[in-house]
């Protein structure tokens, strides 16, 4: 059997890499780790994909260049769902197979989104920073008991969301770019009648800056955004610009169009914004189901050659 050498970038598979160590040397494949604090970026890949016949990355920069310096690359095996920061068509023209684990953060990331909507409408965390600020503050909450709830892309998180809350006396509303088995509202019809408004969508061409202006403007003055999906998704600008002059009421966010979000970023000054590291996927359990996985699709597609 032919020995392959593979490349894992994604530091959480890295970080506890000994527990498959004996499992990849026993289908003969020879790793090196690269550390990186966020992901690899495409000047960093370029000067060593040319040594591995497969990758097992986080939201890596593979671009066409990546690509075409990786001279012995045959299998892409990608920690988690969202394949956006891979040139897919790319690398099928490569014949370069790519590999995702579809749902594998779908109940941790409806869990957080709910929680975000929780921490919102009973002012937890600004409660909690009024404590911190020796403010013994009173602030006036809200009940999620008859809202209507929005949820952008109804797919397994969307699904998740929508289970989680189902219990609560909500009015719900979904919109979707493709069949679904609920009723679809239109995104502006969506955007007008929703108190709460979850984006669960993938990033795609037609998705990209699907939240902008335009749209934060149809929103209720009191309305609350929660994005556990992609930053891309929402123009980030004209968010912060809708929080500034208070267009809508506050928003929960786990993505940005940039990250990890700098120091001077305007989204720090907000005050009616709540935010996480893009760390919605982020529980134990969760990332030992993933790295199995992401070490088994590319075990699996040696076997099969």
Request: net charge positive.
């Amino acid at each position: 059997m032919k020995k392959f050498k593979i490349l894992i970038t994604w530091r959480l598979l890295i970080e506890d890499i000994k527990k498959y160590s004996p499992l990849l040397k026993k289908e003969k494949i020879d790793y090196e780790t690269f550390k990186t604090a966020q992901y690899a970026k495409q000047e960093e890949l370029l000067k060593i994909i040319h040594k591995y016949d497969g990758l097992i990355c986080g939201d890596d920069e593979i671009s066409k260049k990546v690509l075409d310096k990786a001279k012995k690359l045959k299998v892409i095996s990608k920690w988690g769902t969202g394949i956006d920061s891979i040139d897919k068509k790319y690398a099928d023209k490569k014949n370069i197979k790519v590999f995702n684990t579809p749902g594998a953060f779908t109940n941790a990331v409806a869990e957080h989104a709910v929680g975000m909507m929780f921490s919102l409408t009973r002012n937890i965390t600004f409660n909690h920073m009024d404590i911190l600020n020796d403010n013994w503050s009173k602030r006036i909450c809200s009940t999620i008991e008859g809202k209507k709830i929005g949820i952008v892309g109804f797919g397994k998180i969307g699904k998740r969301i929508y289970k989680n809350l189902k219990p609560y006396n909500l009015n719900f509303f979904f919109n979707d770019i493709k069949k679904i088995n609920r009723t679809k509202t239109s995104l502006d019809r969506l955007l007008k009648v929703s108190d709460i408004i979850f984006i669960a969508c993938d990033l795609n061409d037609k998705s990209k800056n699907l939240i902008k202006s335009r749209e934060l403007k149809l929103m209720k003055k009191n309305s609350i955004l929660i994005n556990i999906s992609r930053g891309a998704i929402v123009n980030n600008q004209d968010l912060i610009k809708a929080l500034k002059n208070k267009t809508i009421l506050c928003a929960g966010l786990d993505v940005y169009e940039n990250e990890p979000v700098k120091k001077n970023s305007e989204f720090l000054k907000l005050k009616n914004c709540i935010f996480t590291s893009h760390n919605a996927f982020n529980s134990k359990e969760t990332i030992d189901r993933i790295n199995m996985i992401s070490v088994n699709n590319l075990i699996k597609f040696y076997k099969s050659l």
